[in-house]
C-alpha cells in the first residue's frame, strides 16, 4: 500500500513539475506548450515558482541578481578586460581591441528542452558512477534544425511527458543504493533535517541555480519537494524518500529546460541580461552537452563571465581538455549528418559487409574528428583534406579491408580519400541502400559545406520520381536526367556535378572502379569521377574526382564562414529568421575578430577556420551575455 501511494504522490508531484499535464492521474492532450516561441513575453519571471522545479522567478531564496547595467557587456562600442588569449590583440589602439558589435543583433529570449543526448550528459553528471554505461530511456529521436538536435522548438507532448516520468523512476531507482554518497547524513537515524539539505544541496545541481522557499517547502500543501520526500520515506526509509525527490528533480521543468530569460518580467522589445547562472549553463551545454561545474559557477558568480574575456577563458578551460568534448565531435558530425550512420541500413545482397563495417566507421568518425580538432591547429580545411584517418588503437579488419590498408594505429596514410567526406561513414549515410546517389550527397556538400541556396523538390512543388533500374547505364547516366529537366535543371546543375565526383564510392564507401549493378556482376558501367561546375557559384570549375572537389573545398573562405554559421546554428539551436540577424552577426564579428589577430601574428588564414576559434567568437561577443524578448 505504501508503494502505491509513494508512487501516486511522486507522479502527481512530478508532473505539477513539469507544468505539462493535469496532473489528475491521467496525462492530457494540449497541455504542452510549443518552444519554439519561448522567448516570447509569456515567459514566468517573477515571483516565487508555482510548483517544484518549475522555471522559477529570479530573486526568490539564494538567487543572485545579474550584473546588468553594472561590469556587462555593453550594446557595442570599447569592452573592458576583452583581449585575444595570446595577447596579440590588446584593448588599447585602434584595430586592436575586440570589434564592435552590433547592440541591434542578439539572440531571442526562450527556454528550451534539453537534447535526448544533453539529457543523458545531465544524469549522468548528477548521479555518478552509479549509473549504467548504456541506458535505454526510449525517448523519440530529437527534432532537428538545419541538421542538429540542439533545437529550442523541441516539444514536450503527453506521450514524450510520459517517457519522461518513466525515465526519472529508472534513474532515482539505480542510484537507491548509493543514496548515502549523493545524500551523507551524519544521524544515524537519517529523517527530514537531512532530506533538506540535500534538496537545497542537490536540487541546486540539478536546476542549475539555488531553489526558492516555495519549491523546497511548496507555495501548498504537498506542493514541495520536501513534502515528496516525506510521501516517500512515510512507513518506509530515507533511501526511499531520496529515490522519489530524485525522481521529482529528474520529471521537473526546471531540469528539463534550459532558461534564457534573465531577471525579472521584462515586455516584447525589452534586452534582457542572463543571470550569472544562465551564462554558466549556456557555456557548459555549449561545450559539453552538460551542466555547469561548481567552479564555473562561481565564476560566473563573483562576474568573470560578465566580460568577453572571461567567457573566452571559461570555454578554453571547458573545450582544451584531453581531449575533445564529446558535445563538439557530435556537433561537427551532425552538421555534416554522419551521426545517421546508426540508422543507415543496406541491401545485404549487394553490400554483405556493411553490417560489419558500421561501428568500426562510427567509431573512425569520432576519432578523426577529435584528432583534427583536438589540438590547437585543427582546421575544417585540414578535416576535409588529410590525407589520413585516425585510430586510437589497432584499424578493425573490416575498415582495413575496406580501405585497402594494413592494420595500423594512430595516423594511418591514406592513398586516396582525402577527408572526412572520402571516408566511409559520410559515403554510406549519403546513398541509397541498393547504390550509391549522387544527388544526396551533392545536395549535402552544396548546403552544409557551402552554404549554396538548395532548394528542395517540395518547396518547387515539384513530384521527383526516381530513375529506373538499368543495367546498361551507371548510376551517374541514370541521375543525368534530372539535369535535362527544366524544372530540376536549376539546382541539379549545381548539385549533380558536386555528386557525381564521388562515383569512384559505392554505397558503403567501397572504392570501385566499375559498377555492380546487379548481383554478382563484374563487368558494370565503368565509373566516371569526373565533373565540371558551371553554375555561376563560386565553387564553379573543373574536377577529376572528390579529392580534388574537396582540395578546393578546404582552402576555400567561403568554406569557412559556412562552417562557423553552421556551428552558431548548432551551439545556439536555432536557424530561423528570428536570429538571421544574429547569425550575421556573429559571423561579421568571428571575422574581424580572428583576421585581426593573424594580421597580427602573420598566421595562415586558413586557421580562421579552427573549430575553438569560431566557439570563442562566439562567447567573446559583448552581445553573448543578451537576449531579446520577442512579440
Not at 539555488?210 to 523546497?216: D, F, Q, V
Request: aromatic share 6%; charged share 20%; hydrophobic share 40%.
Amino acid at each position: 500500500m505504501f508503494g502505491l501511494l509513494r508512487h501516486a504522490a511522486a507522479f502527481r508531484v512530478a508532473c505539477v513539475a513539469l507544468g505539462l499535464v493535469a496532473c489528475s492521474g491521467e496525462i492530457e492532450s494540449g497541455d504542452a506548450p510549443p518552444m519554439g516561441s519561448a522567448g516570447n513575453s509569456s515567459i514566468p519571471r517573477g515571483g516565487a515558482a508555482s510548483s517544484a522545479g518549475g522555471v522559477p522567478g529570479r530573486g526568490g531564496a539564494g538567487s543572485t541578481p545579474s550584473n546588468s547595467g553594472g561590469s556587462g557587456d555593453p550594446g557595442g562600442g570599447a569592452v573592458s578586460n576583452g583581449a585575444v588569449s595570446n595577447g596579440a590583440a590588446s584593448t588599447g589602439g585602434a584595430g586592436q581591441g575586440l570589434p564592435p558589435a552590433n547592440p541591434d543583433a542578439l539572440i531571442p529570449a526562450r527556454i528550451r528542452r534539453l537534447a535526448n543526448a544533453e539529457y543523458d550528459q545531465s544524469a549522468r553528471s548528477l548521479l555518478g558512477s552509479a549509473l549504467s554505461p548504456s541506458i535505454d530511456y526510449d525517448f523519440p529521436p530529437d527534432a532537428r534544425q538545419a541538421g542538429f538536435t540542439v533545437n529550442d522548438a523541441q516539444r514536450v507532448d503527453p506521450v514524450v511527458a510520459r517517457q519522461y516520468a518513466t525515465a526519472a523512476e529508472t534513474l532515482a531507482a539505480s542510484v537507491k543504493a548509493d543514496v548515502q554518497r549523493l545524500a551523507p547524513c551524519s544521524d544515524p537515524n537519517p529523517g527530514e533535517a537531512c532530506a533538506k539539505q540535500f534538496i537545497e544541496s542537490f536540487g541546486a545541481k540539478v536546476y542549475r541555480r539555488p531553489l526558492t522557499a516555495a519549491e523546497i517547502d511548496g507555495p501548498g500543501e504537498n506542493d514541495g519537494l520536501l513534502d515528496l520526500y516525506r510521501v516517500g520515506a512515510e512507513g518506509a526509509s530515507y533511501a526511499d524518500g531520496i529515490e522519489q525527490v530524485i525522481r521529482g528533480m529528474l520529471s521537473s521543468a526546471g531540469f528539463l529546460y534550459l532558461t534564457e530569460i534573465g531577471e525579472g518580467t521584462s515586455s516584447p522589445g525589452t534586452k534582457v541580461q542572463l543571470t550569472p547562472y544562465e551564462l554558466a549553463s549556456s557555456l557548459s551545454y555549449i561545450a559539453t552537452a552538460g551542466p555547469p561545474s561548481e567552479s564555473l559557477v562561481a565564476s560566473a558568480l563573483a562576474g568573470e563571465l560578465d566580460t568577453p574575456e572571461g567567457r573566452r577563458q571559461a570555454m578554453s578551460a571547458l573545450i582544451d581538455g584531453a581531449e575533445l568534448p564529446a558535445r563538439v565531435v557530435r556537433m561537427v558530425e551532425e552538421w555534416l549528418g554522419i551521426d545517421r550512420l546508426g540508422a543507415t541500413a543496406k541491401d545485404s545482397n549487394i553490400y554483405p559487409g556493411f553490417d560489419a563495417v558500421k561501428a568500426p566507421l562510427a567509431r573512425e568518425t569520432r576519432e578523426f574528428i577529435a584528432e583534427v580538432f583536438g589540438r590547437s591547429t585543427g582546421t575544417v580545411g585540414e578535416l576535409l583534406n588529410a590525407d589520413y584517418t585516425y585510430s586510437s588503437g589497432m584499424l578493425e579488419a573490416p575498415l582495413a579491408e575496406l580501405y585497402g590498408v594494413n592494420a595500423a594505429q594512430g595516423r594511418i596514410s591514406l592513398e586516396r580519400r582525402r577527408g572526412i567526406l572520402n571516408q566511409g561513414a559520410f559515403l554510406s549515410v549519403f546513398a541509397h541502400a541498393h547504390e550509391s546517389s549522387p544527388v544526396l550527397r551533392g545536395v549535402t556538400i552544396g548546403r552544409r559545406l557551402a552554404c549554396l541556396p538548395i532548394q528542395s523538390p517540395s518547396e518547387l512543388n515539384i513530384l521527383v520520381v526516381p530513375p529506373l533500374p538499368d543495367p546498361s547505364k551507371s548510376t551517374r547516366d541514370r541521375f543525368a536526367a534530372h539535369s535535362q529537366d527544366a524544372a530540376c535543371a536549376g539546382c541539379h546543375r549545381i548539385i549533380d556535378p558536386l555528386g557525381f565526383v564521388f562515383e569512384s564510392y559505392d554505397g558503403m564507401g567501397r572504392y570501385r572502379e566499375r559498377e555492380v549493378v546487379l548481383q554478382g556482376q563484374t563487368d558494370g558501367p565503368v565509373v566516371d569521377s569526373h565533373a565540371v561546375l558551371g553554375a555561376g557559384t563560386w565553387l564553379d570549375g573543373d574536377y577529376a574526382d572528390s579529392d580534388a572537389l574537396v582540395a578546393r573545398l578546404s582552402e576555400s573562405p567561403e568554406v569557412r564562414e559556412c562552417f562557423a554559421r553552421h556551428v552558431f546554428r548548432g551551439s545556439i539551436g536555432r536557424s530561423d529568421a528570428d536570429v538571421k540577424a544574429a547569425e550575421d552577426e556573429f559571423v561579421r564579428y568571428w571575422k574581424e575578430l580572428w583576421e585581426a589577430e593573424d594580421a597580427a601574428l602573420k598566421s595562415d588564414s586558413l586557421q580562421q577556420g579552427n573549430l575553438k576559434r569560431v566557439l570563442l567568437s562566439l562567447v567573446q561577443n559583448p552581445l553573448f551575455s543578451q537576449r531579446i524578448v520577442l512579440p
